[in-house]
């Protein structure tokens, strides 16, 4: 029987998949893991009164299990991981927290307007700590096969590339090989490729932040 999930819909365009990287992040793992699953999109700024029932915070991604709706992509993620374990996409403790300043830092650089405040800087230095990982212990987080942290954080890195490039003309740095090369790898699996939303969704849903 297929799992049933609610993630976001796009910005003015409520039948198709929005740009959330933790909604994405969780129909990534659903993927790689060959999990049969139904997806019900939800408009965030107009939330229907029986998806706030099920889920009275309503925030996505929210899945189903027994009967229950359970919010939180760290917690989904831990729950299908025990639920469906093979292939398995547990991370080693060494790598688990790889990569995971990156984009609180994206964050920060997209919404800065003084390009004197270091922003830019901070995210140069974890996109570098990155590079340096990866360089050791590539193609991926956990080297030959991908791990629940490269679910994580290709979404993440998606939308740090297109968002920066539209709001700012950034681009990272060509010097950065390995994480270009991851990103080129990771973009053009199948499963990236089948639940990525388009760009012009997740520059409309940045819009509002950046313009904050």
């Known amino acids: 029987m297929a799992v049933e999930l609610i993630v976001k819909a796009a910005a003015g365009a409520p039948d198709v998949l929005g740009d959330c990287p933790f909604s994405h992040r969780v129909l990534l793992t659903l993927e790689e893991k060959k999990i049969p699953y139904k997806v019900q999109l939800v408009n965030l700024s107009d939330k229907p009164q029986w998806f706030l029932e099920q889920n009275p915070e309503g925030k996505v991604p929210v899945i189903k299990f027994e009967d229950k709706w359970i919010p939180d992509s760290d917690v989904i993620v831990g ?5 469906y374990p093979d292939p398995p996409l547990s991370p080693p403790p060494e790598a688990a927290s790889v990569a995971s300043k990156i984009f609180p830092s994206f964050i920060k650089f997209l919404k800065s307007k003084d390009p004197s ?5 901070a995210l140069l230095d974890e996109l ?7 360089k050791e212990h590539g193609p991926y987080i956990n080297g030959e096969n991908v791990c629940a942290v490269d679910l994580s954080l290709a979404p993440k890195l998606y939308h740090l590339e297109v968002s920066l490039d539209h709001f700012k003309s950034w681009k990272i740095p060509e010097s950065l090989t390995h ?8 973009f053009s699996r199948e499963s990236f490729k089948k639940t990525v939303a388009a760009k012009e969704y997740v520059i409309a849903g940045w819009v509002p932040k950046v313009n904050a």
């Open 79 to 83: 729950i299908i991981e025990e639920k």
């Open 117 to 121: 405040d270091g922003t830019e800087q």
């Open 128 to 134: 570098k700590a990155l590079d340096e990982h990866l």
């Open 179 to 186: 994480v270009n090369n991851y990103i080129k790898l990771f």
